[in-house]
Structure formats: C-alpha cells, structure tokens
C-alpha cells in the first residue's frame, strides 16, 4: 500500500463559479491545495458542496453551468476526460460493486500497466493484508461491515494511484465509533502519498480531523470565507497550508 | 478567467462521464429509421391507396371510390361497432380488474416474485392463448366436458356460440387473459416509484379500509404512469386480429380483420377498400383515445369530489374482493387455455364428453415435426436477432440519454409508444408497400425489420426504469479509477443490471415471437412461424395439430423467460445485494 511516489503537486481551482440556471451555487473560488493539505467545505446540504467536487472530478451534471478551470501543478486539466484526471473520490456511500468480489472492486481501480493473474491478485492482497482485511479477497462486499466496506473503497481508489483525493463526506454514514477510525484511516493513507485532498461536510468535527484549512460555504449569501488552519497536530509530516 | 468556458457546458457537447465526451447520435438515428420512420411512411402508403393511389397496382390519382365500397359493405357497421366495443370492452374490464386486485392484495405481493408469477401469461403469444382459449371455451370444449354429462346432461356438444359470439364475449374475455398481467406488472412497475407504505399507512391511520385507501391514496399518484400503457391496451384491444381470426365473430367480423380479408384478397384491386378499412379503424382508434382522455377528465373530478366526502369505504371492501377473484378467474382461464394446446397435443384421442384425452402420445408431435422445423427455426432466429439488435439501440439510447433532462426522458417514452398507440392493420400495409419497393419483401431482414418496430418499444418500457435507477455515483466511481466509459458501461453497468437486462431480453424475444400481421405482411406468405402456422390452422385443423403449434409457441418464450429468471441466480449465487 505504501507509495514512494510523492506526487508533489497542487490542486488548483481557478476562478470557479457553478450555476444552476439562475442561482448561484459557488461563487467565485480560487483556491490551490497543496501536496498533503486536506482542505474542508463546510456547508449544509443543498448548498452545492457536491457538485463542486463533481466539476473537479469531471463528471459534473450538464444541467450546472460551470466556468473556471481545474489544474494540476501548472497544467490545466478542465478539459481532461474524467477517467484521465486521476482524480480519486470517495461517496458518502462505499459503491463497492456489488458484482464483483472484494479482491475484484479493487482489482478493478488497480492500473492495467500492472500484468499478470498473480502479480495482480498479490498486489490487491497485500493492500487487503495492510489495511486489517487479510483474507478479504474472495468475498462478496455485501457480507463485510459498513467500516470494511469503506476501508477497501479507499483502498480500490489508491490502488488507482490518484494524484488528488476527493471526499464526498463519506464518514457521515459511519456511526461515531466506526467514524472515527476511517477518518484516521483516511488521512494517513493521503498524507502518507502526499496527495493534495478536498473534503466536503457538515460535520465540525471531520474539518477538525483533515487539519488543514476550512471554507465555509452558504446557502443563502453564497460567500466562501477561508478560516486559518487551526494550530494543531497535523496528520502526516507534509501537510503544509501554503 | 470567464473564457475557461468548461467543456462540459458548451453547447453541442453536452457531456457526461458516461459518454466521455459527447452524446453519440447514432441511437436516436436507429430508432428513429427502425421504428418511427417506418410507421409514418407505412401510415402514408396505407392512407394513399385509402383515397385510390397505388399506382403500378390498383390505380392512381385519388378517388373516392375505396371509401363507396367500403360504406356499401353489407356488415360495415357492425364490425365498426364490434371493434370499438370489443376494445373499450376488454379495456375498462381489464383496468377495473387490475385496480380491484391491486387494492385487495397490496402489500402481499413483490413485484419480483409478482413478475414470475406473470411470467407465463405474459410470454404466451395472444394467439396461443386465444386458440387454447377456445379449446376450453368451446361447446365441445374442456369446460363442457369437465362438466357433462354428469351436470348438463350433455352426450353432445350443445348447439351454443360460445365461440364467434356476435358480440366478441369470448375476444373480449381472452384479451383480458393478455392485457390483465400487462396492466398489473404496469402498476406494479408504477409503485415502486412512489413512497406507497408510507401513504398507506397515514390513511389507515385515519380509518380508511386497506382496499379503498389503496384506489383514494396510491391510484391518483400511479395513473399518470399507467396511462400510456393503458392506451397501448386500448388501441391493441380495438385492432387486434389475430386472437379476432380465431374467437371473434365471423360475418360481419371485426373491423380489423375485415381489413385484412381485403388486403389479403387475391385481386388487388381489393387493396383499396383495405386500405380505406384500416384508414377507419386507425381513426376509431383515435377517437377511442380521445374519448378515453375526457372520460379520465371526468373520472379525476368526479373523483375529487369523491375523495375529499371522505367516506371511509368499509362497505365497499366487497367490491374490491369481486374484482380480485375475478383476476383470479382470469389467471384460471389462462392455466386452462395453456394447459388444453399442451394436452391436445399429446392426446391420442380425446372424446366428447370425457374430461380428458383417452391416452398420450408423441405421435401428433412426430409426425408434424417436419412441418414443425422451419416455422420454429424462423421463430426462434427472428426472436433472437431482434432481441439482440434491439437491445443493442436501446442500450445506446440509454446511456447517451446519460443527464437529460426529465422533460427529455418523458419525451422518449412518448416516442416509444407510438409503435404501441397505432393499430398495426394500419401501417403495416403501407411498410408493405415499402418493402415492396425497397425490393426486401419477403424478406427474413424485412421480417425481423417490422418486429423490431415492436420489440424495441418493449425493451425500452422493460428497461429504461432499472437502468435510470442506477446510481449514477457507480459510474462516477469507476471513472474516478480511470475507466472509460466503454470499460464503464461492459464491466460495471451492464453486470450490476444483468438481472434486468434479462428480463428485458425475455420481454423482448416473446413480443417478436407474437407478431402476426408484421410477419403476413412483410413475410408475403415466405416466411412462416410458428404463430402465422398456428393461427392459420386454427379454424379448420385437428385440435392435436393446432395444438402442437399453439403449444410450441407458447413454449419457447416461456424457456427464455425461465432462463431470464434462473441465469441471476446461479451468476450472482455469491452476491447477496444482486
């Protein structure tokens, strides 16, 4: 599971502004994400949280207008296909494929460049083996608990070797105890690659958690303010508000 | 930075991750050429030689003569009538049916394990089940021998036109048989799309009975959904021909299948009052249409008014029992029908009045078996290539619909039903005369051509809900992982809906195997199957060959449905959420 490649680059958004016909979901947004920062929208539901991470991802409804650009250190990526983007993203549900064996979901985001039956499977199951799923590999994802579930999901997307991380609240559904952990299991995993990560919540506690810095998004004056990144004990030693 | 217009929102290049990129056209060209185009050029070529065009043929330039000897046959009216009412008939009973059971059952009956229970019926060609219909309903019919002579008497078939009946009872009584598990898996399609128990259980708790809540609380929200399918049944009922051929009256007979004698007829000069009857039929069947839209005005005011006394309706619990054991009557009518072509085709001899045959053989199997090999061959390769090709267009509409609008989505069933809003007698002339010109006539490619008109409709009203159903994060995920829409569509979308999927292909497979006049009129009499054979032999041949025919032709869809309904459960025997 551990990655040497630091990817070293910074998830810019530039000029972003999403609309859906005449009301105003994200004002303009300039906001670049360091390797290893995890940067939080705060905001209630409704306000359009999501959707701005789906125009990061590329994969953003038709019915939104959006203008501005997406980069990724120096290169403009607004028009790249969504499955070129390398842009990883984590749902409020796991969306474990519920087709395929848990070693198959993650087999599935693992790269193809990476061959062979066996060295495929060895790869999937030392990532299993590392995250306490051991043994996993075969099992339908509808017999494992909420908490595994959400851990292979992350797992199957940094076997995809993303170069950001996008968290579409995916603790909200855990029950507190359960939250906890993932939340940890999460921050370590992207601080340990160094990824550049862009989490959406309503939850106080989970911004507390990314340690990074905090934007709040409103639903009715629609303003973005950037609060300080708290002085506290950040996760992972590269994270670093620019 | 107002330039870095996102790609995603210029116009043109409406774009989702599912089709990377931009929405492909080449679906809405397939259905469009496939299915629309020929119903509005065959509507054309049927309402020319309406008004004496058909030129190389019967004549050209426009006249009014098609319609003069139209008006001068003898029964016209009659049949007019019998068609209107036969289809308005069996329309009202099979809805009012439908709802009554609805009511009474809800809640004890999923929709899955309601679906397999439909299965049967709905696999089974209506001309099957006609013919079987008829070998239970007849004088010298099951039910007559079930109960004589020991209660009637009869050591004869009795003198009764149980069969042919100058009102159409007994056509009226077999499309229920049809249009009944249509209209419930309709409904019951319906209900999954709005927050039933939860209504149910806010108007019991204000004292309304289990049935009566159900047609006050469910039914206004369910309508709008079933009220294309009910037309479908509407128009299908009125034009139907051939489950008329085989149980309807015979002199004057329906109006559709008067048109068809005409345009059967050897002399071709007959074609135009063909033409001109199918002309009438299509516009009986859009005034019944119309008719049915103001009586539904009607019925939601009068309804309203209805509701908001509110009347509890505990007296009306009895009602609601009636109509559920007559769906359980109807059910019981299509056990028998299905159960007669089998047993026929397996008696040795079966005499009046003996509840069943004497012995059992194989010998009515074997000897027409070599009759039986092409029409079964044509049967099954027009069944599988055009669920295939069918489903390939409506896969592509699917997924290049990706994020339209609502709007667009309702605008794409209403395309889809038109196959189903138009009686077939009055196009598939035309797409005759096309063909014909086309110089396919006869064709295997043009029959499968006109079947597709039909079987990509069913796909799609089969299909289209799962597939819209699907969370569309899935597919986000995997694009996420560096997919590609093509890798997205065959390794995530296409499993996850197999179950579906098949059941569209069953649907899809049992619609082709149906078609009667799509298989007359661009076959030309070349290409047989079984349902053209059956239907054929119905009126004169031995009930042991007929029902070989009626009996194999049930039989093959309902294989394809068992297959649709195992093949999940023996892939996904280790996916509990599948």
Same mark, same amino acid.
């Given at each position: 599971?551990?990655?040497?490649?630091?990817?070293?680059?910074?998830?810019?958004?530039?000029?972003?502004?999403?609309?859906?016909?005449?009301?105003? @979901?994200?004002?303009?947004?300039?906001? &670049?994400?360091?390797?290893?920062?995890?940067?939080?929208?705060?905001?209630?539901?409704?306000?359009?949280?999501?959707?701005?991470?789906?125009?990061?991802?590329?994969?953003?409804?038709?019915?939104?207008?959006?203008?501005?650009?997406?980069?990724?250190?120096?290169?403009?990526?607004?028009?790249?296909?969504?499955?070129?983007?390398?842009?990883?993203? @984590?749902?409020?549900?796991? @969306?474990?494929?519920?087709?395929?064996?848990?070693?198959?979901?993650?087999?599935?985001?693992?790269?193809?460049?990476?061959?062979?039956?066996?060295?495929?499977?060895?790869?999937?199951?030392?990532?299993?083996?590392?995250?306490?799923?051991?043994?996993?590999?075969?099992?339908?994802?509808?017999?494992?608990?909420?908490?595994?579930?959400?851990?292979?999901?992350?797992?199957?997307?940094?076997?995809?070797?993303?170069?950001?991380?996008?968290?579409?609240?995916?603790?909200?559904?855990?029950?507190?105890?359960?939250?906890?952990?993932?939340?940890?299991?999460?921050?370590?995993? !992207?601080?340990?690659?160094?990824?550049?990560?862009?989490?959406?919540?309503?939850?106080?506690?989970?911004?507390?958690?990314?340690?990074?810095?905090?934007?709040?998004?409103?639903?009715?004056?629609?303003?973005?303010? &950037?609060?300080?990144?708290?002085?506290?004990?950040?996760?992972? &030693?590269? !994270?670093?508000?620019? | 930075?107002?330039?870095?217009?996102?790609?995603?929102?210029?116009?043109?290049?409406?774009?989702?991750?599912?089709?990377?990129?931009?929405?492909?056209?080449?679906?809405?060209?397939?259905?469009?050429?496939?299915?629309?185009?020929?119903?509005?050029?065959?509507?054309?070529?049927?309402?020319?030689?309406?008004?004496?065009?058909?030129?190389?043929?019967?004549?050209?330039?426009?006249?009014?003569?098609?319609?003069?000897?139209?008006?001068?046959?003898?029964?016209?009216?009659?049949?007019?009538?019998?068609?209107?009412?036969?289809?308005?008939?069996?329309?009202?009973?099979?809805?009012?049916?439908? *709802?009554?059971?609805?009511?009474?059952?809800?809640?004890?009956?999923?929709?899955?394990?309601?679906?397999?229970?439909?299965? %049967?019926?709905?696999?089974?060609?209506?001309?099957? *089940?006609?013919?079987?219909?008829?070998?239970?309903?007849?004088?010298?019919?099951?039910?007559?021998?079930?109960?004589?002579?020991?209660?009637?008497?009869?050591?004869?078939?009795?003198?009764?036109?149980?069969?042919?009946?100058?009102?159409?009872?007994?056509?009226?009584?077999?499309?229920?048989?049809?249009?009944?598990?249509?209209?419930?898996?309709?409904?019951?399609? $319906?209900?999954?799309?709005?927050?039933?128990?939860?209504?149910?259980?806010?108007?019991?708790?204000?004292?309304?009975?289990?049935?009566?809540?159900?047609?006050?609380?469910?039914?206004?929200?369910?309508? %709008?959904?079933?009220?294309?399918?009910?037309?479908?049944?509407?128009?299908?009922?009125?034009?139907?021909?051939?489950?008329?051929?085989?149980?309807?009256?015979?002199?004057?007979?329906?109006?559709?299948?008067?048109?068809?004698?005409?345009?059967?007829?050897?002399?071709?000069?007959?074609? /135009?009052?063909?033409?001109?009857?199918?002309?009438?039929?299509?516009?009986?069947?859009?005034?019944?249409?119309?008719?049915?839209?103001?009586?539904?005005?009607?019925?939601?005011?009068?309804?309203?008014?209805?509701?908001?006394?509110?009347?509890?309706?505990? $007296?009306?619990?009895?009602?609601?029992?009636?109509?559920?054991?007559?769906?359980?009557?109807?059910?019981?009518?299509?056990?028998?029908?299905?159960?007669?072509?089998?047993?026929?085709?397996?008696?040795?001899?079966?005499?009046?009045?003996?509840?069943?045959?004497?012995?059992?053989?194989?010998?009515?199997?074997?000897?027409?078996? %070599?009759?039986?090999?092409?029409?079964?061959?044509?049967?099954?390769?027009?069944?599988?290539?055009?669920?295939?090709?069918?489903?390939?267009?409506?896969?592509?509409?699917?997924?290049?619909?990706?994020?339209?609008?609502?709007?667009?989505?309702?605008?794409?069933?209403?395309?889809?039903? *038109?196959?189903?809003?138009?009686?077939?007698?009055?196009?598939?002339?035309?797409?005759?005369?096309?063909?014909?010109?086309?110089?396919?006539?006869?064709?295997?490619?043009?029959?499968?051509?006109?079947?597709?008109?039909?079987?990509?409709?069913?796909?799609?009203?089969? /299909?289209?809900?799962?597939?819209?159903?699907?969370?569309?994060?899935?597919?986000?995920?995997?694009?996420?992982?560096?997919?590609?829409?093509?890798?997205?569509?065959?390794?995530?979308?296409?499993?996850?809906?197999?179950?579906?999927?098949?059941?569209?292909?069953?649907?899809?497979?049992?619609?082709?195997?149906?078609?009667?006049?799509?298989?007359?009129?661009?076959?030309?009499?070349? *290409?047989?199957?079984?349902?053209?054979?059956?239907?054929?032999?119905?009126?004169?041949?031995?009930?042991?060959?007929?029902?070989?025919?009626?009996?194999?032709?049930?039989?093959?869809?309902?294989?394809?449905?068992?297959?649709?309904?195992?093949?999940?459960?023996?892939?996904?025997?280790?996916?509990?959420?599948?």
């Amino acid at each position: 599971m551990r990655s040497n490649r630091k990817s070293q680059m910074e998830l810019g958004l530039k000029g972003v502004r999403i609309s859906v016909g005449d009301r105003e @979901l994200i004002p303009p947004l300039d906001l &670049a994400i360091p390797a290893g920062e995890a940067v939080t929208v705060m905001g209630p539901s409704g306000s359009g949280k999501s959707t701005l991470l789906a125009f990061i991802s590329g994969t953003l409804d038709p019915a939104f207008a959006a203008v501005g650009r997406i980069c990724f250190g120096g290169q403009d990526i607004t028009a790249v296909r969504p499955e070129n983007r390398g842009i990883g993203v @984590l749902f409020q549900d796991d @969306l474990m494929f519920p087709h395929l064996s848990v070693g198959g979901n993650l087999a599935f985001g693992l790269p193809s460049q990476i061959r062979g039956k066996a060295r495929r499977r060895g790869v999937v199951e030392d990532a299993l083996a590392d995250a306490g799923l051991a043994g996993f590999f075969d099992r339908d994802p509808a017999t494992l608990s909420g908490g595994q579930r959400a851990r292979a999901t992350l797992l199957r997307t940094l076997l995809a070797n993303p170069r950001a991380l996008l968290l579409d609240e995916p603790f909200s559904k855990l029950d507190v105890a359960l939250r906890g952990d993932f939340r940890r299991f999460v921050f370590e995993h !992207a601080a340990a690659r160094d990824l550049p990560v862009l989490l959406v919540t309503h939850d106080e506690s989970d911004a507390d958690a990314a340690g990074g810095r905090v934007l709040t998004l409103s639903a009715t004056s629609g303003i973005v303010q &950037a609060r300080r990144p708290r002085p506290k004990v950040r996760l992972g &030693a590269a !994270a670093q508000a620019n | 930075m107002d330039q870095a217009l996102h790609p995603l929102t210029r116009p043109g290049a409406r774009s989702s991750p599912q089709r990377g990129g931009r929405a492909a056209r080449w679906p809405l060209i397939a259905v469009g050429g496939v299915v629309i185009l020929p119903i509005a050029v065959g509507l054309w070529w049927t309402l020319l030689p309406a008004f004496g065009h058909l030129p190389a043929v019967a004549g050209s330039g426009v006249a009014s003569s098609p319609w003069r000897e139209v008006f001068a046959y003898p029964g016209l009216w009659t049949a007019a009538w019998l068609s209107a009412f036969t289809g308005v008939a069996a329309t009202v009973l099979s809805l009012a049916l439908s *709802i009554g059971f609805c009511a009474v059952v809800h809640g004890r009956l999923g929709f899955r394990r309601a679906e397999a229970m439909l299965a %049967p019926i709905l696999a089974s060609p209506h001309a099957a *089940i006609a013919i079987g219909f008829a070998f239970v309903i007849a004088p010298s019919g099951w039910i007559a021998r079930l109960v004589s002579p020991w209660l009637t008497g009869w050591s004869t078939p009795p003198d009764l036109a149980t069969v042919g009946d100058p009102l159409g009872l007994a056509l009226i009584v077999a499309l229920m048989i049809k249009e009944v598990p249509f209209l419930l898996l309709m409904i019951l399609a $319906a209900l999954n799309q709005v927050p039933v128990d939860a209504h149910m259980k806010a108007a019991r708790s204000l004292g309304y009975g289990r049935g009566i809540a159900w047609i006050k609380v469910i039914l206004p929200q369910i309508y %709008p959904q079933i009220r294309l399918p009910i037309l479908a049944v509407l128009v299908f009922s009125l034009s139907v021909v051939d489950m008329a051929l085989i149980l309807g009256p015979d002199n004057p007979p329906t109006l559709a299948v008067l048109a068809l004698r005409w345009l059967l007829a050897p002399d071709v000069t007959s074609y /135009l009052p063909g033409a001109a009857a199918a002309v009438l039929l299509l516009a009986i069947g859009l005034f019944a249409i119309g008719l049915w839209l103001v009586a539904e005005r009607i019925a939601a005011h009068v309804g309203r008014f209805w509701i908001s006394r509110g009347g509890r309706g505990v $007296a009306s619990e009895p009602g609601l029992r009636l109509a559920g054991a007559g769906v359980a009557l109807v059910f019981a009518f299509a056990a028998l029908s299905m159960l007669a072509t089998g047993l026929w085709s397996f008696a040795t001899a079966w005499r009046y009045p003996g509840a069943l045959p004497v012995d059992w053989t194989l010998a009515t199997w074997s000897a027409q078996l %070599p009759m039986l090999g092409r029409p079964a061959w044509m049967t099954l390769s027009l069944g599988l290539v055009t669920t295939l090709v069918g489903l390939l267009m409506v896969i592509g509409w699917l997924e290049n619909e990706g994020s339209n609008s609502d709007r667009m989505k309702r605008a794409s069933l209403r395309l889809m039903y *038109i196959p189903l809003l138009v009686p077939q007698i009055a196009f598939l002339f035309g797409v005759q005369v096309l063909l014909v010109r086309l110089g396919i006539d006869g064709s295997f490619f043009a029959v499968a051509w006109t079947h597709l008109i039909f079987v990509v409709p069913y796909l799609f009203l089969s /299909l289209a809900d799962p597939w819209r159903a699907l969370d569309p994060r899935y597919a986000r995920s995997a694009a996420a992982l560096g997919a590609s829409p093509g890798r997205i569509l065959l390794t995530v979308k296409l499993p996850m809906l197999l179950r579906p999927l098949l059941t569209a292909a069953a649907v899809g497979f049992s619609a082709s195997v149906a078609q009667y006049l799509p298989t007359l009129f661009a076959g030309g009499g070349r *290409i047989p199957t079984l349902t053209t054979e059956a239907v054929a032999l119905a009126s004169g041949a031995d009930r042991r060959v007929v029902g070989v025919y009626a009996f194999a032709q049930s039989f093959m869809p309902l294989l394809v449905y068992v297959a649709a309904l195992l093949l999940p459960l023996y892939l996904f025997r280790n996916r509990r959420a599948l």
